[in-house]
Antibody, heavy 117, light 107 residues
């Protein structure tokens, strides 16, 4: 069965970077784009960007350009999202999700990133 | 970027009621819209894609309609497990945007 398993919770100081992993299984990794979505407590989901695992091509939301980098390691079917220059407002649950034709069909369990001094 | 305006932001209803949630797009997005349900502490779960196509396994009391700039999600007869939060998502451009969400509460 399709699974996306994310890395564990992180606590970071302002100005630091965080890298979240998303290990996939149950399907051919390079055939589906991976998207990243974050959600602050009590807020709606916020789309961050997408990555094509086959080509490595990415597209980022305007808000995150210059601070976010999405990469992958096809040998282990894993996608990564790195966010730099963290601020308190980056505290949120970060999700990876698979894009299937016209929706996000499978999601990771979420990774809580807390930015605290 | 395309903006999605979802309404209402919250809604009180009773088991058995019929409810409708609306999303309006800032420009024509054809039928490139989906609806998601999110329960506390969980990732969003897809309900409807392409504006009106029900995902496999989703109860038939959920339905979607619309195209262009106005879309609706209807739940025909609310069940206890339906009282949670709903979001629309547009993907007309390569940049996805979500609606602000509708919290469905028991009256």
């Amino acid at each position: 069965q399709v699974q996306l398993v994310q890395s564990g919770a992180e606590v970071k100081k302002p100005g630091a970077s965080v890298k979240v992993s998303c290990k996939t299984s149950g399907y051919t990794f390079i055939n589906y784009d991976i998207n990243w979505v974050r959600q602050a407590t009590g807020q709606g989901p916020e789309w961050m960007g997408w990555m094509n695992p086959k080509s490595g091509k990415t597209g980022y939301a305007q808000k995150f350009r210059g601070r976010v980098t999405m990469t992958r390691d096809t040998s282990i079917s894993t996608a990564y999202m790195e966010l730099s220059s963290l601020i308190f407002e980056d505290t949120a649950v970060y999700y990876c999700a698979r894009w299937a034709v016209d929706d996000l069909d499978y999601w990771g369990q979420g990774t809580l990133v807390t930015v605290s001094s | 970027d395309i903006q999605m305006t979802q309404s209402p932001s919250s809604l009180s209803a009773s088991v058995g009621d019929r409810v409708t949630i609306t999303c309006r797009a800032s420009q024509d997005i054809r039928n490139d819209l989906g609806w998601y349900q999110q329960k506390p502490g969980k990732a969003p779960k897809r309900l409807i894609h392409a504006a009106s196509s029900l995902e496999s396994g989703v109860p038939s009391r959920f339905s979607g309609s619309g195209s262009g700039t106005e879309f609706t999600l209807t739940i025909s007869s609310l069940q206890p497990e339906d009282f949670t939060t709903y979001y629309c998502l547009q993907h007309n451009s390569y940049h996805i945007t979500f609606g602000q969400g509708t919290r469905l509460e028991i009256k």
